[in-house]
């Protein structure tokens, strides 16, 4: 039998929180770094995963599976395809990137440890399910180490910010799960037997009633999650309240879940109710993207500008989910990685300076690229990569988003545009309040540098942002094969007929399909 | 003529034989209470072999009826009888602090233990109405004076009047309903209730549903369904903290153990009409339950009230009928372990005769005694129906069948009311962990003692909610396979 590559990638990570369960919690000094060297194991189970992907492959690949509960009929069934993979070599990247920047966490070192990396573990569950019971299990128990992670490491407002997140997410998942219980039994109803698998699931004759509901169902619990507007509002405080690695952890991939689930399963489960859903999406999105990025600009706190920042990056995700063609769907996943690097970096910045400063207001700031000109470097250098400059990687992922979903919704792209314009203007703006001029705040003097520690960790964070910048083909390679199924399968089963791809947008992908 | 089969009571007749010698024992030995401790333990091992040979008896194509069609001997009631029996000696060890502290009546409330374990086992045993009644009698006028067996609690007096009270109340109504079955269809054997509603048409139903719905109206105040749950609150709250984790999961189990035979088998030609009552009930369970809940400042309340809506859950997969049971089974088996649990951790905080557990207690506990904090807060998540816990197959499991019984709108209710109740079973996991201790004039940092007793049901009820959380399969197969 093959190595089964894909349960060692959840089971890794949560071996690894009951190992450094175990050790006495006195033991500070070792269970820090125990806990980052832990949290690098499934690199390089991730890194072989990549090398061995079959390109060109648009179904899933490494696929594992094994009864689970027979009576319930839901099966341990995992698999990769080129959606998920990238998402969960990020997902590896991040958790340690996390932990590694959360060397002051003082009390319950241990717990804090532990809670990251099941976090990890449920995260990469969601990605490889191919059984939406074992899906709904991580995409549902992936709350409590969030919640605890606010709850107990955050700041002033932790606990509401804490409730508030575990309530809202809640409430979307509730709904889920209803949706995957009539799933389950229509499953029944036309197959004979009980069952949760994607796979099956996809092979469901839905009528467009049962559609609707269940579209609406999935994607309500999704558009939280990701958070759509009007269901942000759990964002900003989540953030704003979270320490420095749960905010990055929280930006960088849980709200991933939501696009990558209406991606999964809103699109090609329920493909006529996702055209009908098209204009809605497409509105709130863009709604998203323009009201994220305003509310952004008028922040006087740098951690809540970056929360809503995503709220807006997170707009154009959705947007060029729902725009359906080939390059808005791979613009999309790229995205989804980008901002995932890009927010990620973007709140281990602001947690470093709050570890300074004890302040994360804009006024307080001033003139710190004299004090700290590493600092101020990578700041800026990561507000291009987020604005999209071209040559690093958030211009990629915007440029085949706006391009792909300008055929099919021109009128909606030229308004997101905007947020374009507004991302330069709100993280711009920032920079320039923060770090040029003069210091005018005593308290800003003397303020130390990046430390070497605190440097390494954004290496690899950097290093990805400018090879997807330059060599985006690595990943759109992996992507496009999966996302141009997703588009086949709707057209399979719609009158729907996406756009031939063309252009600029088709070179830069790469070519095939 | 009698037909008498020992071995369909033989659980029953060790635990009473048990509660006898401890009696007996007390009287004229004046024994320590480890003596008293062996002699329950005896009576406990003694019943869990007679379970295993009643299931043997069953997978040999044994069992069936006797003393008079009063009992019978199948899957559900030997399945029952080991649920039941993991709850008393989860609810002993619990309570032995407690019990041991009572000095010279301590062999009354060990044997009382026994004897209600006796009851509620028999209650799932029981396919005559008048056995019913007997058997539900047994178990809960042996639990009213455990509510109030420590004399010293004010509190404790006036939770086992009221239980008595609003108790003898619902056995009241219990009786009247069966008295009406009776008049309606010639029979209090339940089987030949069934039979009778088969064979004839029957033109005026009207006395046999009316008896029917007291039938479940006296049921529905022994499982704390709403709105006959309002005694709960005050007796979870009043009676020594040691006894009723075991109080509230024994009357449960008893309770849904009656119920699925009286509606599954003798009132199964009516399924239509106690199928749409059932999800009445189990919406204001589930819903008043969860509101209730949410606005309670002690534990025990807040637990009696999740206790409601609890009940609401199991009866929202009862809607169902009769392909619902081994979900019941496993909702009952797996609720009841963590109630234990939960109330074995309350124990610890409040004294083993302790009344009352005001919220204000637990701030901090994650650091006072982090095995009963981890313990209550990983009840607490299971309560609330998170994946990876037994609480989640459980309630997947009652979900499931209302959907394919056809009561979609009660799964949503009951899935919102989830949602809802997430904010009264993370209230207290924020108190013990998210919030400092020293608020309350308490050194935060100082040990609670936690006795090996409370320590052995904390564990093994974590164990219990984890592992047949994360694997199920060998606990469904178990409940289903007798």
């Known amino acids: 039998m093959e190595f089964p590559i894909l349960s060692a990638l959840v089971l890794t990570p949560a071996l690894a929180a009951a190992v450094v369960m175990l050790i006495p919690e006195r033991r500070r000094e070792v269970i820090r770094p125990l806990g980052v060297v832990l949290s690098l194991l499934p690199l390089p189970l991730a890194g072989v995963l990549f090398a061995e992907f079959e390109r060109g492959e648009a179904g899933f690949q490494f696929v594992e599976r094994a009864v689970w509960i027979d009576r319930l009929g839901a099966d341990w069934h995992l698999g990769v395809d080129g959606i998920s993979l990238l998402l969960v070599v990020l997902t590896t990247v991040l958790v340690p990137v996390a932990l590694g920047a959360s060397m002051r966490v003082d009390h319950r070192v241990k717990l804090f440890v532990a809670m990251n990396l099941l976090l990890e573990a449920g995260l990469i569950g969601v990605f490889l399910s191919l059984d939406l019971f074992l899906f709904f299990v991580f995409f549902e128990v992936i709350l409590i180490p969030m919640a605890f992670i606010i709850g107990i490491w955050g700041s002033e407002n932790r606990i509401y910010a804490a409730v508030k997140f575990f309530l809202y997410t809640a409430f979307g998942s509730a709904l889920m799960l209803a949706g995957i219980i009539a799933l389950a039994f229509i499953h029944r109803d036309q197959t004979g037997e009980l069952g949760f698998s994607y796979l099956g699931m996809l092979g469901l004759d839905l009528g467009p009633d049962a559609q609707r509901w269940l579209f609406a169902a999935f994607a309500l619990a999704f558009a939280i999650k990701v958070p759509v507007f009007p269901f942000h509002t759990w964002l900003p405080d989540a953030h704003v309240e979270a320490p420095t690695a749960g905010s990055v952890l929280l930006a960088g991939v849980l709200l991933k879940l939501g696009t990558y689930g209406l991606l999964r399963f809103n699109l090609p489960l329920f493909p006529d109710a996702a055209l009908d859903f098209v204009p809605l999406m497409a509105v709130l999105a863009v709604?998203?993207?323009?009201?994220?990025?305003?509310?952004?600009?008028?922040?006087?706190?740098?951690?809540?500008?970056?929360?809503?920042?995503?709220?807006?990056?997170?707009?154009?995700?959705?947007?060029?989910?729902?725009?359906?063609?080939?390059?808005?769907?791979?613009?999309?996943?790229?995205?989804?990685?980008?901002?995932?690097?890009?927010?990620?970096?973007?709140?281990?910045?602001?947690?470093?300076?709050?570890?300074?400063?004890?302040?994360?207001?804009?006024?307080?700031?001033?003139?710190?690229?004299?004090?700290?000109?590493?600092?101020?470097?990578?700041?800026?250098?990561?507000?291009?990569?987020?604005?999209?400059?071209?040559?690093?990687?958030?211009?990629?992922?915007?440029?085949?988003?706006?391009?792909?979903?300008?055929?099919?919704?021109?009128?909606?792209?030229?308004?997101?545009?905007?947020?374009?314009?507004?991302?330069?203007?709100?993280?711009?703006?920032?920079?320039?309040?923060?770090?040029?001029?003069?210091?005018?705040?005593?308290?800003?003097?003397?303020?130390?540098?990046?430390?070497?520690?605190?440097?390494?960790?954004?290496?690899?964070?950097?290093?990805?942002?400018?090879?997807l910048g330059v060599y985006p083909k690595a990943a759109l390679d992996v992507i496009q094969p999966s996302t141009d199924a997703v588009l086949s399968r709707i057209e399979a089963v719609t009158e729907y007929r996406a756009p031939d791809p063309g252009g600029p947008g088709f070179v830069l992908s790469g070519g095939g399909g | 003529m009698i037909d008498v089969s020992y071995l369909s009571a033989a659980p029953e007749m060790m635990l009473v034989l048990g509660a006898v010698a401890v009696l007996m024992v007390d009287v004229f030995a004046k024994p320590p209470p480890r003596v008293h401790g062996w002699i329950t333990a005896a009576a406990y091992l003694a019943a869990g072999a007679s379970i295993v040979l009643q299931w043997q008896r069953l997978g040999a194509g044994g069992g069936g009826l006797s003393f008079g069609g009063a009992l019978v001997l199948d899957p559900w009631a030997a399945a029952v009888r080991a649920v039941l029996l993991v709850v008393a000696v989860l609810g002993t060890l619990c309570a032995w602090e407690m019990l041991a502290g009572l000095g010279r009546r301590m062999?009354?409330?060990?044997?009382?233990?026994?004897?209600?374990?006796?009851?509620?086992?028999?209650?799932?045993?029981?396919?005559?109405?008048?056995?019913?009644?007997?058997?539900?009698?047994?178990?809960?006028?042996?639990?009213?004076?455990?509510?109030?067996?420590?004399?010293?609690?004010?509190?404790?007096?006036?939770?086992?009047?009221?239980?008595?009270?609003?108790?003898?109340?619902?056995?009241?109504?219990?009786?009247?309903?069966?008295?009406?079955?009776?008049?309606?269809?010639?029979?209090?054997?339940?089987?030949?209730?069934?039979?009778?509603?088969?064979?004839?048409?029957?033109?005026?139903?009207?006395?046999?549903?009316?008896?029917?719905?007291?039938?479940?109206?006296?049921?529905?105040?022994?499982?704390?369904?709403?709105?006959?749950?309002?005694?709960?609150?005050?007796?979870?709250?009043?009676?020594?903290?040691?006894?009723?984790?075991?109080?509230?999961?024994?009357?449960?189990?008893?309770?849904?153990?009656?119920?699925?035979?009286?509606?599954?088998?003798?009132?199964?030609?009516?399924?239509?009409?106690?199928?749409?009552?059932?999800?009445?009930?189990?919406?204001?369970?589930?819903?008043?339950?969860?509101?209730?809940?949410?606005?309670?400042?002690?534990?025990r309340r807040m637990l009696a009230y999740s206790g409601v809506a609890h009940a609401g859950f199991l009866l929202t997969g009862m809607t169902a009928g009769a392909p619902a049971a081994d979900g019941l089974l496993f909702y009952l088996a797996t609720y009841s372990v963590m109630l234990v649990g939960a109330f074995a951790a309350v124990t610890a905080v409040s004294g083993p005769a302790g009344a009352g557990s005001s919220f204000d207690e637990y701030r901090g506990l994650g650091r006072r005694s982090p095995v009963a904090a981890a313990v209550l807060a990983l009840t607490m998540i299971a309560m609330s129906g998170m994946p990876l816990t037994t609480g989640f197959i459980g309630k997947f499991q009652m979900f499931a069948s209302a959907w394919d019984g056809g009561y979609e709108w009660l799964v949503i209710v009951g899935l919102a009311a989830s949602v809802a109740a997430f904010f009264f079973y993370l209230r207290l996991v924020v108190l013990m962990y998210f919030r400092p201790g020293e608020e309350n004039g308490r050194d935060p940092d100082a040990p609670l003692p936690l006795p090996v007793t409370i320590r052995w049901v904390l564990l093994f009820s974590a164990a219990v909610t984890l592992v047949f959380g994360i694997y199920p399969g060998p606990l469904l197969g178990l409940l289903t396979r007798v």
Do not use: C
Not at chain 1, 418 to 446: C, D, H, M, S
């Open chain 1, 287 to 467: 709604v998203g993207v323009i009201y994220g990025a305003a509310v952004a600009i008028v922040q006087p706190d740098l951690k809540k500008l970056v929360a809503y920042s995503s709220v807006s990056h997170l707009g154009f995700i959705v947007l060029g989910t729902f725009a359906l063609t080939s390059q808005s769907l791979q613009g999309g996943v790229v995205q989804m990685i980008n901002h995932g690097l890009t927010t990620g970096a973007l709140f281990l910045l602001v947690g470093m300076i709050y570890e300074r400063r004890h302040t994360k207001l804009i006024a307080d700031f001033g003139g710190l690229a004299s004090s700290m000109p590493v600092f101020a470097g990578l700041f800026l250098f990561i507000a291009f990569a987020s604005i999209g400059l071209p040559g690093l990687n958030g211009f990629v992922g915007e440029f085949l988003i706006l391009m792909g979903s300008y055929p099919t919704l021109p009128v909606y792209t030229i308004a997101s545009a905007v947020g374009v314009i507004l991302a330069a203007v709100y993280l711009l703006w920032a920079y320039e309040r923060v770090f040029t001029g003069k210091i005018t705040n005593p308290a800003n003097k003397g303020l130390s540098d990046l430390s070497i520690g605190e440097t390494l960790v954004f290496v690899p964070l950097v290093a990805l942002i400018i090879l």
């Open chain 2, 107 to 299: 062999a009354e409330g060990v044997s009382l233990v026994l004897v209600a374990t006796a009851g509620f086992m028999l209650m799932g045993a029981s396919v005559d109405l008048v056995m019913v009644f007997i058997a539900l009698e047994i178990g809960s006028i042996a639990l009213y004076v455990l509510a109030g067996i420590v004399r010293s609690s004010p509190a404790g007096d006036e939770a086992a009047m009221k239980y008595f009270l609003l108790g003898a109340f619902a056995s009241a109504i219990f009786i009247y309903g069966g008295a009406l079955a009776y008049a309606g269809t010639g029979a209090t054997n339940l089987f030949d209730i069934e039979r009778f509603l088969n064979d004839y048409l029957v033109a005026r139903p009207a006395v046999i549903l009316i008896g029917m719905a007291l039938l479940v109206v006296g049921m529905g105040f022994k499982v704390t369904a709403a709105p006959f749950h309002s005694w709960a609150p005050d007796v979870y709250q009043g009676a020594p903290a040691g006894v009723v984790g075991f109080m509230a999961a024994a009357a449960k189990v008893g309770g849904f153990a009656a119920l699925v035979h009286i509606l599954f088998i003798g009132f199964a030609r009516y399924q239509g009409a106690w199928s749409d009552g059932l999800a009445v009930i189990a919406a204001l369970s589930v819903v008043l339950g969860t509101l209730l809940a949410i606005g309670q400042s002690d534990v």
